[in-house]
């Protein structure tokens, strides 16, 4: 069991808006520690795509963004388009393990 | 540009050991730290171990500690994972990535080497 939540699956229709969310505890999230986003492609590795909880590296569109209060976090894609299709993962450091934890991961459908 | 290119995974028998290897280009390997993560078949990502730099100071996951050693030949560009008393749940995909920090984030990841775990 992850110590960040996501929900295992979201979906929406081309052009729409989705949010998955990350909920974390005390110990990562509430502790202040950042949270960042990796999308992954089936038979691929992870890219990264937020950093620092809503940071776009170059090359990542700004319809993709991130945010974070609290314990939660969420990562919103707005304009759906096919290629979203893909796995995608939240990461923050927990400082009751020390070290970093992902999220279990959440598969966003594009109907 | 900056590539990470694992090597050297392949089937052991369970209790057996493994070294892979990554082969770092594109950037001044000596100036960052690096990571291994793992991903088992139809898993999530697992973060197992981190290797400093410059220093080669190591932290790893309970799940591993114990077992696994990483290293790094920064002569050689180069991170290592040794993996000794191998079970059937350390089968997966074995990724390094490269931090930004210490144990902050990832911004370049290989593209994996398998490892398959049997008894």
């Known amino acids: 069991q992850s110590l960040l939540t996501q929900p295992p699956s979201v979906s929406g229709a081309p052009g729409q808006r989705v949010a998955i969310s990350c909920t974390g505890t005390s110990s990562n999230l509430g502790a202040d520690y950042d949270v960042h986003w990796y999308r992954q492609v089936p038979g691929k590795a992870p890219t990264l795509l937020i950093s620092a909880n809503n940071n776009r590296p170059s090359g990542v569109p700004d319809r993709i963004s991130g945010s974070k209060s609290g314990t939660s976090a969420s990562l919103a894609i707005t304009g759906l388009q096919a290629e979203d299709e893909a796995d995608y993962f939240c990461q923050s450091y927990d400082r009751s393990l020390s070290g970093v934890v992902f999220g279990g991961g959440t598969k966003l459908t594009v109907l | 540009e900056v590539l990470l290119v694992e090597s050297g995974g392949g089937s052991v028998q369970s209790g057996g050991s493994l070294r892979i290897s990554c082969a770092a280009s594109?950037?001044?390997?000596?100036?960052?730290?690096m990571n291994w993560v793992r991903q088992a078949p139809g898993k999530g990502l697992e973060w197992i171990s981190y290797?400093?730099?410059?220093?080669?100071?190591?932290f790893y996951a309970d799940s591993v500690k114990g077992r696994f050693t990483a290293s790094r030949d920064d002569a050689k560009n180069s991170l290592y994972l040794e993996m000794n008393s191998l079970r059937d749940e350390d089968t997966a995909v074995y990724y390094c990535?490269?931090?930004?920090?210490?144990?902050?984030?990832?911004?370049?990841w290989g593209q994996g080497t398998l490892v398959s775990v049997s008894s």
């Open positions: 290797v400093s730099s410059p220093s080669a100071m190591t």
């Open positions: 990535a490269r931090d930004v920090a210490v144990l902050r984030f990832f911004d370049h």
């Open positions: 594109g950037f001044t390997f000596s100036r960052y730290s």
